[in-house]
C-alpha cells in the first residue's frame, strides 16, 4: 500500500538522507536490455526523488552515484556513464536553480575524465548561491580512500605543527572528511535488494537508521522514499542509551 505524503510527520523528517542507487543494471537485464539502459533509465529516479526530498523539506541528500570501485567495470560502461553524467548535470542544472537545489560533489574528482570535471566544476558554481536543498553527489567516491586520504591530510598537519597529535577527536577527524560541513546522514536507503553498505560513508553512518528495499532503482519513486521516511519515524534513536533514558520527559 502506497504511503501518501501526509501520513509523515514534517516536524521529524531525517535532515540527511544518503541512498545507494542500485539495481540499474539488473533492471535493465531483466527487460533483455543492456546495463547502460538501465543507468539511463535512472536518471528519472534521482530527478523524482530529488524533487520528492525538496518537497517535503529534507535538508541534505547524498546519492551515491559511482564508486571507485566501479571503474572496473567493462569500460564501454564506464564510458557511458560518465556520458550520461556529464549529459544529466548539462540539462538538469537550470531545474536545479529554478528549485533553489545546491549542488556539491565528494570523491575523488582527480579520477573523473577532463570533460566530466568541468562540467560538474561549472555546475558547482551555477548553483552555489542556491538555500534549499543540498544534493549531494558522491562520484567516483569510497569511504576507505576518504579515511586514508583524511588521515594522511592529518598526518602533513600535524608533522606541520598545525594540529596536536593529543588534540585529535572525532570532530577534528570530521573537519578532514569530504562531507565536512554536512550533517551525518540520519537514514540511509539501498535499494534492490542488497543488504551491505559498499564502502559508502562508513564513518557518517555509525547512527544512521538502514532501510533496505527490494524495489530495483530505476522503479524506486516518491512513494517508495515516503514509505521509507515513515519506516524510519516509527523508529527509536536511542544513541547507545536505554529506551527509558530517551523516553523520560525533561525535568522542569
Not at 44 to 51: K, P
Not at 131 to 141: C, D, I, K, P, Q
Not at 208 to 236: C, G, M, S
Request: with cysteine; glycine share 6%.
Amino acid at each position: 500500500m502506497d504511503t501518501p505524503k501526509h501520513s509523515i510527520d514534517l516536524q521529524r523528517l531525517p535532515k540527511h538522507i544518503a541512498i545507494i542507487m542500485d539495481g540499474n543494471g539488473r533492471w535493465a537485464q531483466e527487460k533483455g536490455q543492456d546495463r547502460l539502459y538501465g543507468h539511463f533509465h535512472g536518471v528519472e529516479s534521482v530527478r523524482d526523488i530529488v524533487e520528492g526530498c525538496a518537497e517535503l523539506g529534507v535538508q541534505y541528500l547524498t546519492l551515491y552515484a559511482f564508486s571507485t570501485e566501479n571503474w572496473d567495470r567493462p569500460e564501454y560502461e564506464v564510458t557511458g556513464l560518465m556520458e550520461l553524467l556529464v549529459d544529466t548535470i548539462r540539462k538538469e542544472v537550470e531545474t536545479l536553480n529554478k528549485n533553489n537545489i545546491k549542488l556539491h560533489v565528494i570523491g575523488d574528482m582527480q579520477m573523473l575524465p577532463e570533460y566530466a570535471r568541468q562540467e560538474l566544476n561549472e555546475a558547482l558554481e551555477l548553483t552555489a548561491a542556491n538555500t534549499g536543498l543540498n544534493l549531494v553527489m558522491a562520484l567516483s567516491y569510497s569511504s576507505r580512500w576518504e579515511l586514508v586520504n583524511a588521515v594522511k591530510n592529518i598526518a602533513k598537519d600535524v608533522a606541520a605543527g598545525k594540529v596536536l597529535p593529543d588534540s585529535i577527536c572525532h570532530e577534528t577527524l570530521q573537519q578532514y572528511l569530504t562531507t565536512s560541513g554536512f550533517p551525518d546522514p540520519e537514514l540511509m536507503i539501498r535499494t534492490s535488494g542488497e543488504y551491505r553498505i559498499s564502502n559508502f560513508l562508513l564513518y557518517q553512518l555509525a547512527y544512521a537508521e538502514l532501510y533496505f528495499t527490494n524495489v530495483r532503482w530505476p522503479d524506486f519513486r516518491k512513494q517508495n522514499l515516503h514509505e521509507a521516511i515513515e519506516d524510519f519515524q516509527k523508529r527509536e534513536r536511542r544513541f547507545g542509551k536505554t529506551s527509558h533514558q530517551v523516553t523520560e520527559a525533561p525535568s522542569l
